[in-house]
């Protein structure tokens, strides 16, 4: 009677930790917000290595892949500026999320969207990103995206369209950059951009839960912290300050005076201490959550005119890593800010995409030149440089990890990297 008992404990602690692992991405940066998944992947591959499937996608875009169980979903734009050259009629543009098998690429459905007549006409700084930058979020059910001025929406797992509400309708710049959250039964969405505020949305029917305003130039998807009291905090960087506030209620808890510009990078946290980075100067700040009012003199623990104006770092073992939007590999000493290495990367093209990481290994990816593989490690250690596809793919989004498998997407197509089988 003893081996059916071990193997039904097996079988069982397979399955959850099989579950765990192919829920850690479920949003941007996967569902800690880290960029570190604890699986290791392949460090090197090419379009005849390591390479499980490639899938053409249904139009263009930046946002990055998210995974839930067996399957993949992302974000894509048609109908319109598939060529900045010849462009087409603005009344054309289409929005999508599609689903995708993890097994084998597959396109499961993809449902279409009319896109809001607010989208801006499409220009040389429009088109390096498009209209389907903000990385979806999923919980058990649902599949949340947001496509900026043309509003959030929901569907269920198999493609059914639940609900689409506006967050206002505003752009600027490049467009829309900031990604969902799920919280509890909320949806967390950083309208800075489209109406100067955050919104909580219900996931069951897209209502207003709470809407905060007074959000300034801020691109950042927001993050979720739990404190060692257990409490909660939002906790958004926008342009003069570092905010926390009750995800519950959406009241501002606290101010860090900060980057005085716009800011795109997610926060990064440890415990109670948060690494915030951003602006054209490039400045991080490290503070710690959880005060009350004005924290500026008490809670800021060092800043370095060092950081990214638009890509978010890792943090791994004591050291921050980023893939700088300038073509730069960058590292910190997180103790106190201190430059371990500053190299360049690969190209000579902007950077969009965060860096991402398996706990061994650093993932930096640019938008031409493939992928460079670093050790995690403040020592600079280059290990490879890997291309897939043609030589005109762009490769804006963030990588996603599950399992033992790298997902790459470019502006063509979703790339599934895994370590070949032994003959």
Known sequence: ???????????????????????????????????????QIPTSWSDTEN???????????SSSPVI??????????????????????????????????????????????????????????????GYASPTPCVDDEHVFASFGPSGVVALTHGGEFKWRTSVGTRTAGFGA?????????????N????????????????????????IDRAWTTPTIVELSNGNNELILNQKGSILGMDPETGKQLWSCEAIQDYVVPCVVAKGDTLYCSGGRSN???????????????TNLIWDVSRGANVTSPILDDGYLYWSHDKAIALCLRASDGEEMFRERMPTRSRVYASIVGDGEHLFLTTRDAGVLVLAASPEYTEISINRLGSPGERFNATPAIVDDRLFLRSDAALYCVKKEKAD
């Open 177 to 189: 950059a900031a990604s969902p959250i799920e919280f509890k039964d909320v949806v967390i969405m």
């Open 191 to 214: 309208a800075s951009i489209e109406d100067g505020a955050v919104y909580a949305l219900d996931k069951k029917n897209g209502s207003v839960r709470w809407r905060a305003a007074g």
């Open 68 to 129: 839930k169980g067996d399957r993949i979903f992302l974000t894509t734009y048609s109908g319109y500026a598939q060529a900045i050259e010849s462009p087409g009629d603005h009344k054309q543009l289409k929005l999508h999320v599609v689903c995708i098998s993890v097994k084998d690429g597959g396109i499961l459905w993809d449902h279409e969207f009319e896109a809001a007549q607010e989208e801006q006409a499409v220009n040389k700084r429009v088109a390096d990103h």
């Open 1 to 39: 009677m003893l081996y059916p008992r071990l193997t039904l404990i097996t079988a069982v602690l397979f399955m959850a930790s099989t579950l765990h692992a192919n829920d850690a991405w479920s949003r941007f940066r996967g569902s800690s917000a880290t960029g570190i998944a604890g699986q």
């Open 283 to 297: 400045k991080t700040f490290a503070v710690r959550a959880g005060g009350r009012g004005d924290v500026t003199e």
């Open 51 to 61: 390479l499980a499937w490639r899938t053409d996608l249904p139009g263009k875009g």
